[in-house]
Every structure is written in C-alpha cells, then in structure tokens.
C-alpha cells in the first residue's frame, strides 16, 4: 500500500497536468503567445494530423505557429470534454478529447472535434509538454476557408 504522501503526490500531480492542459485552453482564447511558449520544454514537438499535416519542432517555432494560426481569427475556443492522465515518476502520458470553435474576422466560421494524445515531462518544479499530437475527428467551415 502507498502511503498518504504518495497519494497526496499522485493527486498533485494529476492536478498539475490538468491545470496545464486547461491553461493552454485559455491561452487558445487569449492569444498569448509568450504564455503559450511557457507551456513547453525547450525541444518540445506540436503535431496537428491531417488535414493541416503541421508539425513544429522547439519552443520558439511553437509560439510562432502559434501566433500563425491565431492570425485572422476574432476568436478560438478550445474546449475539453474529458481526459486520463497517466503518470510515471517524472514522466506522464495524457489523452484528451475535445471541441473547437473560432470566427475569423470575416465572419467565417470554424468547428473541429479531435483527440490530444500528450506525452509530459515534471522539469524544475512543474508540469511541461514535451509533445502535443493532435488528432482531428471531424473539421467543418462556413463561409470563407479558415
């Protein structure tokens, strides 16, 4: 049986990888690049599947995609519907599952459902992505291309 300081730290942690992926939700809607970056280890890698097929490599190349992609948009909401954590000594894997939606200024419009498959690392007292792949289910515009 573990003792009450290793469940204590199981809980901690676990909270600590939600509070991560929920930050970068709200970072989504922010648009803050600087923040965004923070978020990961320095060679993290952010995979977004077909149909865009982008794959960034480095913390500074993911803030610039970042920002690449917040361009244009009036808003982007990420939503998370649900997610298992799974750790590992310094180490987690997580999978998420979730909704997106955005407004371009030109009025058109974005919605997507995907799948986060995330691999973590505990680096110098928190919680980092060391890689994000994005999965998308189903992706749907109106009006202008998004």
Request: aromatic letters at 10%; hydrophobic letters at 40%.
């Given at each position: 049986?573990t003792?009450?300081?290793?469940?204590?730290?199981?809980?901690?942690?676990?909270?600590?990888?939600?509070?991560?992926?929920?930050?970068?939700?709200?970072?989504?809607?922010?648009?803050?690049?600087?923040?965004?970056?923070?978020?990961?280890?320095?060679?993290?890698?952010?995979?977004?599947?077909?149909?865009?097929?982008?794959?960034?490599?480095?913390?500074?190349?993911?803030?610039?995609?970042?920002?690449?992609?917040?361009?244009?948009?009036?808003?982007?909401?990420?939503?998370?519907?649900?997610?298992?954590?799974t750790?590992?000594?310094?180490?987690?894997?997580?999978?998420?599952?979730?909704?997106?939606?955005?407004?371009?200024?030109?009025?058109?419009?974005?919605?997507?459902?995907?799948?986060?498959?995330?691999?973590?690392?505990?680096?110098?007292?928190?919680?980092?992505?060391?890689?994000?792949?994005?999965?998308?289910?189903?992706?749907?515009?109106?009006?202008?291309?998004?």
């Amino acid at each position: 049986m573990t003792s009450i300081e290793e469940r204590l730290k199981a809980i901690e942690n676990e909270h600590q990888i939600r509070a991560l992926t929920d930050s970068f939700a709200d970072i989504c809607l922010s648009g803050n690049a600087q923040c965004f970056e923070a978020l990961w280890i320095e060679d993290g890698i952010w995979t977004l599947a077909e149909p865009l097929h982008i794959e960034s490599r480095g913390r500074d190349s993911i803030a610039k995609l970042f920002l690449k992609l917040a361009t244009g948009k009036r808003f982007f909401c990420q939503k998370l519907h649900s997610g298992i954590v799974t750790i590992s000594g310094d180490t987690a894997t997580a999978r998420w599952i979730l909704s997106e939606n955005a407004t371009n200024h030109d009025g058109s419009l974005y919605q997507s459902t995907a799948i986060y498959d995330d691999r973590l690392v505990f680096d110098d007292g928190r919680w980092l992505f060391q890689s994000r792949y994005c999965k998308f289910l189903d992706i749907s515009h109106t009006g202008n291309n998004c």
